[in-house]
């Protein structure tokens, strides 16, 4: 299955997740609400946790998760 490489488990997500202070999904779901985009999502992720990431990587794992309007 394609998501199972996605999220949670990929190693990039729980790399990511780490960085994040193991609070990624409440982040991706917070900054995404505020802003609506998955370009200022990324762009934030980097800027605050120096998580580099590519939209349609943020998109796949909102899909897996349940968030936004990737879901």
Known sequence: M???MVAP???QYRMA????GGNLEQILADIYQETGSWE???RRLYVE?????TTNTLRG???????????
């Open 61 to 71: 794992w909102a899909t897996a998760l349940g968030i936004g309007a990737a879901a």
């Open 17 to 20: 997740d780490q960085l994040a």
């Open 9 to 11: 488990r990929s190693p």
């Open 40 to 42: 200022t999502t990324a």
């Open 2 to 4: 394609v998501l199972d």
């Open 49 to 53: 946790y120096r998580i580099d990431v």
